[in-house]
């Protein structure tokens, strides 16, 4: 939903933007996950594969807007809510699967949230400058599926001589229900005043800006800020405001390998363009590969790509021909998505790639069998010394003229030291991060595969909503962070 903008409030923009370029705007991920959180890199590993393929099958269960699982996506984004006299700070999943931007708020109630790994915030208070979205409203049939803004006002109890004369400003959008993989949630929509900190001085801020209140929710103690193709989605409502900062956004995720230390670097956050993006930081730098965005009538709120196959080494296993399209049932394609961790394929694809890989290693390394069930992950080796360079390279074909991306290995093979259960000896294990989505009868009315966001650290990857394309391109993201935020 577009929200409204007085001239008032858009001198009021641009004034916070003056010593700034407009084409640019940086803002700080943070990585939610810490080892600290979990007994053991199996737990871990473990807690990561089970979120990835619940929120991979869920889409093909549910028809509501995918929202993150618990402990929902992996990276957190933090603005103010709210007048400059009670503003309150918010920290938010970033979802580029859903299109929606929604928070707890006081009172809060989470319902089966007593052994989640979380800390949350405290709830939101809202604002005296907050406002109820009416039920005659674009905002407001867009929360509710697109049901018609008439039938709104009958359920708001507006009277029918007021619905038929669209008199319905004082009667407020019913709550809406928002059904997820393992919980749901009730919220209101309301509009405020959202800031994020340009500089120590300035801020940008965007009024009128919607968002779900939520005073209850099943599973889910954290908020999202919804980054997909809906139009409530964060970039649909700054594009409302400033056209070139929302049409355009990328990211560029600090690769981790789930050390602490690393999780604890800024992953920049981009949004708009910035002058010759892809030479600023450093003339040899990649430039970007793209690759178009696909149409998903079922789940326009996706970003949906062509898939055309994968390479393992030398040789191209080729994808299959529901992955490189979407039908009008709005199944096929591959998402990009930065709430799922790991890469899911569909089976045909995954087995093939498997095979491959355990023809390379298989014959030379013990298949560790109990560190696959332990983790669900496979396949998984044991090595005798730490893993090197017998690994097969991974490259993506998506479709497109030179659109292939070839992943480093630390993106799609994850070595680490297993200490059994304290008495054997220590071993050298390597595993697989891709995993197996499902076969195509259980893929139907959904998205064939999904990108996750484990894959595509170590890369800037941008969203071109004006031109319709995805774009990927190698970086050193911490150095890029340092970079961009000079000035």
Request: charged share 20%.
């Amino acid at each position: 939903m577009a929200p409204s903008l007085s001239i008032y409030h858009l001198v009021i923009l641009l004034s916070a933007l003056a010593s700034v370029s407009l084409s640019e705007f940086v803002l700080p991920l943070t990585h939610s996950l810490s080892k600290t959180q979990f007994t053991s890199t199996h737990h871990l590993l473990k807690s990561t594969t089970t979120r990835s393929a619940a929120r991979f099958r869920h889409r093909h269960r549910q028809q509501q807007v995918s929202l993150p699982l618990s402990p929902g996506s992996d990276y957190t984004l933090s603005f103010s809510l709210g007048g400059s006299s009670s503003s309150s700070s918010v920290s938010l999943y970033l979802d580029t699967g859903s299109d929606l931007v929604w928070l707890p708020c006081y009172p809060f109630e989470c319902i089966l949230c007593e052994n989640k790994q979380e800390k949350p915030a405290p709830p939101l208070n809202i604002s005296s400058t907050a406002t109820k979205v009416p039920c005659k409203s674009p905002a407001c049939s867009a929360a509710h599926s697109s049901l018609p803004t008439s039938d709104l006002c009958a359920i708001a109890k507006c009277p029918l001589d007021s619905i038929e004369t669209s008199d319905c400003k004082s009667f407020s959008c019913p709550p809406f229900y928002y059904a997820y993989g393992d919980g749901s949630l009730v919220a209101r929509l309301y509009k405020d005043s959202l800031s994020m900190p340009v500089s120590s001085q300035k801020s940008l801020v965007l009024h009128n800006f919607t968002f779900g209140c939520a005073h209850t929710t099943l599973g889910e103690p954290i908020g999202v800020a919804g980054f997909g193709r809906g139009l409530l989605s964060f970039p649909a409502q700054l594009t409302s405001l400033s056209p070139h900062l929302g049409n355009r956004f990328s990211y560029c995720l600090v690769s981790h390998s789930f050390d602490s230390d690393r999780t604890r670097l800024p992953s920049p956050l981009i949004l708009g363009r910035y002058e010759d993006k892809e030479k600023r930081v450093n003339s040899e730098e990649a430039e970007f590969v793209y690759t178009d965005m696909l149409d998903n009538p079922k789940h326009p709120y996706f970003y949906s790509v062509g898939l055309e196959g994968i390479s393992v080494g030398k040789r191209n296993i080729p994808a299959p021909g529901f992955l490189r399209r979407v039908d009008g049932q709005g199944y096929g394609g591959m998402v990009v998505d930065s709430g799922t961790t790991f890469t899911m394929l569909p089976a045909s694809l995954y087995e093939k790639v498997v095979a491959e890989f355990d023809r390379r290693l298989g014959r030379v390394h013990e298949r560790a069998s109990q560190i696959e069930e332990k983790t669900g992950l496979s396949p998984c080796y044991y090595f005798d010394q730490v893993v090197k360079g017998n690994v097969p390279t991974v490259e993506l074909h998506f479709v497109g003229s030179n659109s292939s991306v070839a992943l480093p290995r630390k993106n799609y093979f994850h070595d680490f030291l297993d200490a059994g259960d304290g008495k054997a000896k220590k071993r050298n294990v390597g595993c697989l991060m891709l995993m197996n989505g499902g076969d195509e009868e259980e893929l139907s009315g959904g998205p064939g595969a999904t990108l996750g966001n484990y894959q595509q650290q170590g890369f800037e990857v941008v969203y071109d909503l004006e031109k319709g394309k995805v774009g990927f391109a190698r970086r050193q993201c911490a150095s890029l962070w340092e970079s961009l935020n000079k000035n």
